[in-house]
């Protein structure tokens, strides 16, 4: 017996999670490099789109793609290089695990950062740039990372609106080996 179309139940609308953010760039190896080798994703299967990309994935068992890369073809825009910065979205953020241990990452690749103290609240966060001018946000839960907190000085902490990317000085990602 099949059921009648007009009296199935469809799903209601909902919002069940962030499925992915996808980020052009016009240097894939870096830029996967930063996300897997700094940050801690790792590549997954990725279908042929007909051009090159990256998806990359929460380390968890079963960790879904949350970041996906892009470079070349679509990417490209009309000066053949992919455009750069997150524009009307300030950032992205993740929340992590492991705040002494990621600035020791951002050190060892000559990355800059910012730090962050959330008022009110126990979060501490870190904020560092893609190769791609992509601002990430890794949230902590100050209360089980250490006595030491974040560095709040001049310089250092972090200043929303304020981007401290510049191309010119961002280090050559693709040469590192083994940074993580």
């Known amino acids: 017996m099949t059921k009648n179309p007009v009296t ?26 930063f996300w897997c080798d700094i940050i801690g994703l790792r590549d997954m299967a990725r279908p042929d789109f007909g051009y090159p990309g990256a998806w990359l994935a929460c380390p968890q068992p079963g960790g ?3 970041i996906h890369v892009y470079a070349g073809g679509p990417a490209l825009g009309p000066a053949g290089t992919a455009p750069s910065g997150t524009a009307a979205i300030d950032h992205i953020s993740l929340s992590c695990s492991g705040y002494r241990e990621y600035i020791a990452r951002f050190k060892a690749a000559g ?68 940074v993580a």
Do not use: C, N
Request: charged share 20%; proline share 6%; hydrophobic share 40%.
């Open 8 to 33: 199935t139940s469809l799903p209601s609308a909902a919002v069940h999670g962030l499925f992915h953010i996808a980020i052009k760039t016009s240097d894939l190896d870096a830029t996967r490099m």
């Open 111 to 178: 990355l800059d950062w910012r730090e962050f103290l959330v008022p009110g609240t126990t979060l501490w966060q870190l904020f560092v740039y893609d190769p791609s001018g992509v601002q990430l946000e890794l949230t902590f839960e100050g209360s089980v990372e250490g006595a030491i907190k974040p560095d709040m000085s001049p310089g250092r902490a972090y200043v929303a609106g304020a981007s401290f990317f510049d191309f010119k000085t961002y280090p050559k990602l693709s040469s590192l080996k083994g």
């Open 64 to 66: 879904l793609g949350i």
